[in-house]
């Protein structure tokens, strides 16, 4: 039961897999603009830049104690040192153009607008739904991150640790965190297998909140990619 539940998990990300996006595929394919980039850069970061309090709010609803390190050690690995996540994030942007104060201060377009907002709600609500979340997210970063390592130096000419060094951290920092929550998920389900469709739901919407921030982007850019 359990490898059936994880192939259905798997079809959702493969549905709804950000590199399907036709955003993602015009990084690829060198069709964006440095100013492209730029306003991607602003908009994600209103994401990126929250994400390690939506580890926290799972950490703070979980009553598990191992799940709880697990946790605190993935939101270290987000916000310590001189090289945190936001910052790494700050460096990539610097280096297609976006100043600090125009990521900080960017005002949030709609489909960014929906993406925090359906990451904060799930990241408050059950613990494991909003495991389910990250999960969702950190699943998918290894392959989105070398896609966009190789966009980058094939398409842009950027090959600088500050335009690469935030999605190199992620292709590998991500896979054990991926598989960190999903170890604990499953165990979830052995214990109640009536979360399966809960978790499965978390899964999809955090998905569909992802994609909706990048089809914010085109959609304030006027970049034709309906996905």
């Not at 994880?6 to 069709?31: C, D, N």
């Not at 125009?102 to 609500?125: D, H, I, W, Y």
């Amino acid at each position: 039961m359990i490898d059936i539940f994880w192939r259905e998990v798997e079809g959702i990300l493969e549905s709804k897999s950000l590199l399907k996006h036709p955003f993602y595929q015009a990084w690829t394919m060198g069709t964006l603009t440095r100013e492209d980039l730029a306003h991607y850069a602003q908009q994600y970061y209103q994401q990126e830049a929250r994400f390690p309090r939506y580890i926290s709010a799972v950490h703070s609803n979980c009553p598990e104690l191992k799940t709880r390190q697990t946790l605190i050690e993935n939101l270290t690995h987000e916000e310590s040192g001189p090289e945190n996540h936001p910052e790494l994030w700050l460096a990539f942007a610097g280096a297609v153009g976006a100043s600090r104060e125009s990521v900080q201060n960017a005002e949030m377009n709609p489909g960014t607008k929906k993406c925090v907002e359906s990451f904060t709600k799930l990241s408050r609500g059950s613990w494991q739904s909003g495991l389910a979340a990250l999960y969702a997210y950190e699943a998918q970063q290894p392959a989105v991150a070398k896609t966009k390592i190789d966009g980058l130096k094939k398409n842009y000419g950027l090959d600088s640790k500050a335009a690469l060094g935030f999605f190199q951290v992620h292709e590998t920092m991500d896979a054990w965190h991926s598989e960190s929550e999903k170890q604990i998920l499953t165990e979830e389900i052995r214990k109640n297998p009536e979360l399966r469709e809960e978790i499965k739901a978390s899964v999809s919407e955090a998905c569909d909140s992802l994609n909706a921030l990048l089809d914010g982007v085109c959609e304030t850019r006027g970049i034709a990619c309906h996905n």
